[in-house]
């Protein structure tokens, strides 16, 4: 007589999701494990401690050939350095000592020397243009001022060192350009309701002559000529009225 197969039982909810979370635990702590294995974090990567060696002085060759530098991943950078030999090495960052992990970002600096300039001809250019094309060369111009009533003034005369000497990046260059011819003309000062002696020195400050009419030695100035604003020559008299 044959016997029926008893039925399989059936998953439950509940242990489905115990299984959901035991795969969603295993995949987390894979993705963990890939993370910290390429993790260059000195906090929890897997990777190899590497301390990173002192560079200075060394050429690039050498330096590649160090088993800390292949282990890292080095960028390499030239720049201006006048204290150091071209083709050595001048800085890196991070600095010499530190313990990275292997497959940190390490950036190199090479020396190019000194960046040399050569001096451009600037003679005839008016003074503001004439600095601005030194600023832009990464040099320190330095003016002077001479007189010469047959040159426009702020026009550059000359500069030291000359157009096409060779100067090192930040060298101060003498900028020679023309004084301005001063300005001939004085506003009038209202001295009005001043005191006479007041009204001289504020008229001889302003570089006009004072002339009081009548010959009086005291009193408040109660008229001028000219005016308070005109506009008159250095040194013109200015007539004061007292009373």
């Keep these: 007589m044959s016997t029926a197969s008893s039925p399989r039982p059936r998953p439950t909810v509940l242990g489905v999701l115990g299984l959901l979370a035991f795969a969603s635990v295993l995949t987390a702590a894979g993705c963990i494990w890939v993370i910290l294995g390429r993790s260059t974090n000195p906090l929890w990567s897997r990777r190899t401690d590497v301390i990173l060696p002192d560079l200075s002085g060394m050429t690039r060759a050498e330096a590649e050939a160090l088993p800390e530098t292949a282990a890292l991943a080095v960028t390499w950078e030239e720049v201006y350095n006048p204290a150091v030999t071209p083709g ?5 960052q991070p600095a010499a000592g530190r313990t990275v992990k292997a497959g940190q970002a390490l950036t190199v600096q090479i020396s190019l020397g000194t960046d040399w300039i050569s001096m451009p001809d600037l003679t005839g250019q008016n003074r503001d243009e004439a600095l601005a094309a030194l600023h832009a060369l990464q040099l320190s111009p330095v003016v002077e001022f001479e007189s010469d009533n047959t040159v426009a003034a702020y026009t550059v005369l000359r500069t030291e060192p000359a157009a096409g000497e060779q100067l090192a990046a930040g060298s101060a260059v003498k900028v020679t350009v023309i004084r ?10 209202n001295v009005q309701g001043m005191a006479l002696d007041a009204a001289r020195d504020a008229l001889q400050q302003a570089g006009l002559t ?14 001028q000529d000219p005016i308070p604003g005109n506009l008159v020559k250095v040194f013109s008299p200015v007539t004061i009225y007292c009373r």
Excluded: H, K
């Design 210 to 223: 004072a002339v009081v009419a009548g010959g009086a030695t005291e009193g408040t100035v109660t008229a």
């Design 180 to 189: 301005p011819l001063p300005d001939p003309n004085r506003p009038v000062p």
């Design 88 to 92: 050595e090495i001048c800085g890196q």
